[in-house]
């Protein structure tokens, strides 16, 4: 007679589903898993759902009110608390970034009684762990382990606090996802590059990358920059590529529904961060055969581009070095087909049905 197999159930918490990296990686791992037969709950903590998932969902955010006062967030804490007992959980997987450390500690005591995954998605560990050794410890003890997203964050967590179960597992990708969407046509009819991201901080340095394009021979060649993305510092970037004599050379179109089909149909991809952990977008460019400019920034960039095979790496915060590259990128259109021609198939081992089998081996799952 046959034994059942195992029935598995995992929670992601994660801050809400849209808008970050973290947030669609939990995303996508959902449709995985449940696509393995495995059932998937998603705690949120803030209310805010763009990313298709799969699964049952604990929106937390719906029950925050507007002065959220201090019996409401004890409100939202034992709705979790209580959620998380009722369902008996065989693994937590947390994607948040932990800012708070005494509620963490909190939650890893009297939440997390499950085998529970902390997921590090930056370099700058101090979105994720206190300066205490001692407090991470007490926060992280009898944890099933730590997952990091990048080789140089897994290196740097072990080198910092020491913590022995610490694992690198990528980001995914839904290549037919990105196969689909970058068929639509944006309607543009000039040749460009592509930039994108969030602009309420100055992480993504638009403003060195248009200094870097200002200098390079692409305004010469009719070329434009065109940069994707949304946030309070928008009017100053605005402002800085007029003063820059490039108003009709930089366009900013904004946050868009669908980035595929600009990253598809740009000459190339250039990121310019101060730092990242693994930006999805140099993936998603390279899914949809676009190669990729970029500094080599802590951490990330690295561990997906290869120098002149699939895009081209810069010293890290050098921008006359990333003037030089946006123009080798025009001038040697060798050396760009070449790594055109490698853009796509160098990111097949970051596949979703890839990396979500290496979170099967991690989790101990078998679904055969």
């Given amino acids: 007679m046959a034994i059942a197999q195992k029935k598995y159930k995992i929670c992601l918490v994660s801050e809400c589903l849209s808008t970050g990296g ?12 449940v696509s393995k037969g495995i059932e998937i709950h998603h705690v949120i903590v803030l209310d805010s759902v763009v990313y298709d998932y799969s699964g049952e969902l604990l929106n937390l955010g719906k029950l925050k009110n507007e002065s959220n006062s201090v019996a409401n967030k004890w409100k939202r804490f034992f709705t979790f608390k209580k959620y998380i007992q009722h369902n008996n959980f065989d693994y937590i997987i947390d994607f948040r970034v932990k800012n708070n450390f005494y509620q963490e500690w909190i939650i890893s005591k009297w939440v997390y009684k499950t085998p529970k995954i902390y997921t590090v998605r930056s ?10 050794k001692w407090l991470a410890q007490r926060i992280h003890n009898g944890a099933f382990g730590i997952v990091a ?3 140089k964050i897994r290196e ?3 080198a910092v606090y020491g913590f022995k179960k610490v694992n690198t597992i990528y980001n995914p990708i839904a290549i037919d996802v990105v196969d689909l969407q970058s068929r639509e046509e ?23 990358l248009m200094e870097a394009y200002s200098n390079s021979v692409l305004p010469s060649h009719n070329i434009k920059l065109i940069v994707l993305g949304d946030g309070k510092q928008r009017k100053a970037l605005e402002n ?6 490039l108003e009709s050379m930089v366009l900013f179109y904004g946050h868009v529904k669908n980035p595929f089909q600009y990253y598809k149909n740009a000459k190339f991809f250039v990121l310019s961060s101060k730092f990242e952990g693994m930006p999805n977008v140099i993936l998603e460019s390279l ?5 990729v400019v970029s500094f080599d920034c802590l951490s990330g960039p690295s561990e997906m581009i290869t120098h002149k095979e699939n895009g081209l790496l810069v010293e890290n915060q050098n921008v006359s070095q990333l003037t030089q590259a946006i123009d080798l990128f025009v001038e040697d259109e060798k050396l760009y087909h070449y790594c055109k021609g490698n853009a796509r198939e160098s990111i097949r ?12 081996e991690y989790l101990k799952i078998n679904v055969s």
């Fill in 156 to 158: 740097n967590v072990q």
């Fill in 186 to 208: 944006p309607g543009i009819d000039f040749q460009y590059i592509v930039c994108a991201g969030r602009m309420n901080d100055n992480v993504k340095q638009f403003d060195k």
């Fill in 123 to 132: 370099y700058f560990l101090k979105f994720y762990f206190p300066k205490s």
């Fill in 287 to 291: 899914a949809c055969g676009t190669p």
């Fill in 22 to 33: 973290a947030e669609r990686v939990a995303a996508l791992l959902s449709h995985f898993f």
């Fill in 349 to 360: 081992k970051f596949s979703l049905e890839n990396i979500g089998k290496q979170w099967l």
């Fill in 240 to 245: 800085r590529a007029a003063a820059l004599q």
């Fill in 149 to 151: 997203n990048t080789e």
